[in-house]
Every structure is written in C-alpha cells, then in structure tokens.
Nanobody, 121 residues
Framework: QDPLVESGGGSVQSGGSLRLSCGSS???YVWYCKAWFRQGPGKER????????????IYADSVKGRFTISQDTTDGTLFLQMNGLKAEDTAMYYC???????????????WGQGTQVTVSS
C-alpha cells in the first residue's frame, strides 16, 4: 500500500484549533476503517477517533465534543478537526488504517509517520 502521510500539525495556544489531514500519494486501496491515534510524552498511545467506511464514527471520551473525524470519499483523505485544544492534547498524532472494527474503533494495521501537535497553556 502507499504510505499514509499526515500534515497540519503545529503549535497553538490553549483554546485554539488545528486541522490534521492524512492522505496517500495515490489512492489505490479502500480501507475498511481509518483512525487517528496520539502519543504524548511519557504516555501510552491512545486511539483518538475512528471512522468506518460507511461513516460510523467513535471518539475517545477525552476528545468528545471537541474533535471531529471525517473522510473525503472521493480520494480517501482523512481529516481530524480539533477545536478547544488543551495542553493535554499535546502529542504526536498518527493516521492509521485497518481492515477490522472493534468495540473501541478501527483496529489499525497500517500507520503514517506522525505529525506533532503542541498546545501551550
């Protein structure tokens, strides 16, 4: 499969917004589901949000009401709109894709390299 490439990370003040994107250089494979994960300094990796091919979404409690996952069905680009950012959202954010769906969302089997999000308080 073509690599997943994230973009849109950066530094923002608390309360600000960022929009992450994830795409491939060529749209050659239709994944069953996609997700955003994050790993903050000294923390375990966390599944932030998942979206299934028909549009079903699921969010971690920590981001519900602030983050929105979406997908452009024409080219497979994945998005994560992040509003009301907090210092604890600081992490490396990874785009992922998978072929199965579990109780907590997409079971990822293919990963991007990550994009850094830093929120200052």
């Amino acid at each position: 499969q073509d690599p997943l490439v994230e973009s849109g990370g950066g530094s923002v003040q608390s309360g600000g917004s960022l929009r992450l994107s994830c795409g491939s250089s060529r749209y050659t494979y239709v994944w069953y589901c996609k997700a955003w994960f994050r790993q903050g300094p000294g923390k375990e990796r966390e599944r932030v949000a998942s979206i299934r091919h028909e549009g079903t979404t699921i969010y971690a409690d920590s981001v519900k009401g602030r983050f929105t996952i979406s997908q452009d069905t024409t080219d497979g680009t994945l998005f994560l709109q992040m509003n009301g950012l907090k210092a604890e959202d600081t992490a490396m954010y990874y785009c992922a894709a998978g072929r199965s769906w579990g109780p907590d969302g997409c079971d990822a089997s293919f990963w991007g390299q990550g994009t850094q999000v830093t929120v200052s308080s």
